[in-house]
């Protein structure tokens, strides 16, 4: 199985993708991680989009089309994606379709995260990560089991994205009301479109794209 999940920023994308590599053995592609790998590592692909990243906008199609473009390619993805945060935009939508024609494969489904603006910056704004294995966590909603521990892999150091502040949280607002948005549409016109709750807490989100992928 192949899916999107399509959200603004703070939607939960990245939580849920997380939570369906786990329980469906998929494997999860996301471009914001990918990009973030880049910009750490120094390498050109990060060098052009850090900045761009920073100002909470979007990154050239090009580069990210190919960045997937090449994971689609590694061992693994033939059990099956789950695409967090791509595509973001009617050129990046359109290639993906070519992407995954041309490998024989096809986008089973795409699972819309409805939230409240106004909620999305309480929760980017909360938002921590362990620096050892990107396991995230939330300040209010979802702190680890043992305080500054992580859950998954016991590390001690905790990061926060340079990303994450109210002014550029309002630019990458922005972009996805005018560059990821009308993308419902044009997956609703291909009948692909499933559209969860993403204000529920984050077990019930993930019952509901659960029923919404298996019904
Ligand atoms: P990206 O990394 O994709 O960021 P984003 O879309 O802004 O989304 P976030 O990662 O902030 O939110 P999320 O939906 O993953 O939420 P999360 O699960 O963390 O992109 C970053 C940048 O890279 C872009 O601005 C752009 O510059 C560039 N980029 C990336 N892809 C691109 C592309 N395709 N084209 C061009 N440029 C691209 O949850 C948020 C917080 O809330 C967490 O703390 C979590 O624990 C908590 N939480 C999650 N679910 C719930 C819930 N149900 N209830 C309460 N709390 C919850
Ligand atoms: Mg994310």
Do not use: W
Request: with cysteine; proline share 4%; charged share 30%.
């Amino acid at each position: 199985m192949n899916l999107v999940l399509l959200g603004p920023p703070g939607a939960g994308k990245g939580t849920q993708a997380k939570l369906l590599e786990d329980s469906r053995s998929l494997v999860k592609l996301s471009t914001g991680d990918m990009l973030r790998a880049a910009v750490a590592a120094g390498t050109e692909l990060g060098r052009k989009a850090g900045d761009i990243m920073e100002r909470g906008q979007l990154v050239p199609d090009a580069l990210v089309i190919n960045l997937i473009a090449e994971r689609l390619d590694e061992d693994g993805s033939g059990r099956g994606v789950v695409l967090d945060g791509f595509p973001r935009t009617l050129a990046q939508a359109e290639a993906l379709d070519r992407l995954f024609k041309e490998r024989g494969k096809r986008l089973d489904r795409v699972i819309v995260m409805a939230v409240d603006d106004e909620a999305l910056v309480e929760r980017i704004a909360g938002r921590f990560a362990c620096a050892k294995c990107g396991e995230g966590y939330h300040d209010a909603h979802k702190r680890p089991l043992r305080p500054q521990v992580c859950d998954r892999c016991g590390g001690t150091e905790f990061v926060r994205r340079p990303d994450d502040n109210e002014a550029v949280v309002r630019s990458r607002l922005k972009a996805y009301h005018t560059q990821t948005k009308p993308l419902i549409d044009y997956y609703t016109r291909q009948g692909r479109v499933k559209t969860v709750d993403g204000m529920a807490d984050i077990g019930t989100v993930a019952k509901e794209i659960g029923r919404a992928l298996d019904g």
